[in-house]
């Protein structure tokens, strides 16, 4: 069971970011702040559910929800500041677009730099702990999918649509062989090893 909020009658919102480990495309991030009354037995970690159940549950989250932002890093600026700090940025970007402004953040994983003027906690696999991380991996994995889903069909040779970027061997063989794009991060280790360049 997930639990709805760390502290009662406190205004939190959970934090969390998808497409770090890609090879292409943006890191998303997505804050969320759910009702106090929120409850849905389907809400999970964006990664036990399928397609169809995220995005279902997108379309109660963003009716739902008090507040939500999604805010996209692109790949020139995960090059140039690495991804960690685009994965945070992305985060901070998120929370500084909610309607409403969060008492307490609460944050997917063990990295976080201090958002200004709110605190925050950083809950290892928080998204399988807490609904309003929950809320935000799934509003942040769809949100990044539909971008990688429209940019395959303008570079259709390296199965986007399917592999949404990550490091899948038909995208390294694909890379191998067409060369990058400017959606690839290039500071990201793009061919599998026993791939060679010619």
């Known amino acids: 069971m997930l639990k709805q909020y760390l502290e009662k009658d406190r205004v939190e919102a959970g934090c969390d970011e998808a497409g770090r480990g890609c090879l292409a ?18 809400l999970n970690d964006s990664k036990q559910l399928t397609a169809k159940q995220r995005a279902s549950l997108r379309t109660i989250i963003e009716a739902e929800a008090a507040a939500w932002a999604v805010a996209f890093i692109s790949p020139e600026e995960i090059d ?6 685009a994965s ?13 402004k969060p008492q307490y953040l609460l944050v997917d994983g063990n990295r976080f730099k201090p958002y200004p003027g ?3 906690q950083c809950i290892v696999k928080g998204d399988a702990k807490m609904m309003s991380i929950a809320a935000a991996s799934i509003l942040a994995k769809t949100h990044r999918d539909e971008y990688m889903e429209t940019i395959a069909k303008e570079f259709p040779a390296y199965g986007w649509d399917r592999n949404k970027g990550y490091p899948t061997r038909d995208h390294r063989a694909a ?3 067409q060369g990058t794009t400017p959606y ?3 500071s990201f280790r793009l061919l599998d090893p026993q791939l060679s360049l010619f």
Do not use: C, Y
Not at 80 to 85: F, K, T, V
């Open 25 to 42: 495309g943006p890191v998303v991030a997505a804050a969320v702040i759910l009702p106090p009354d929120f409850s849905n037995d389907l």
């Open 80 to 85: 140039r500041i690495n991804i960690l700090q």
């Open 88 to 100: 945070i940025m992305a985060m901070h970007k998120a929370v500084e677009k909610l309607a409403i």
């Open 118 to 120: 709110i605190p925050h």
């Open 175 to 177: 890379i191998a062989a």
């Open 184 to 186: 690839h991060r290039m």
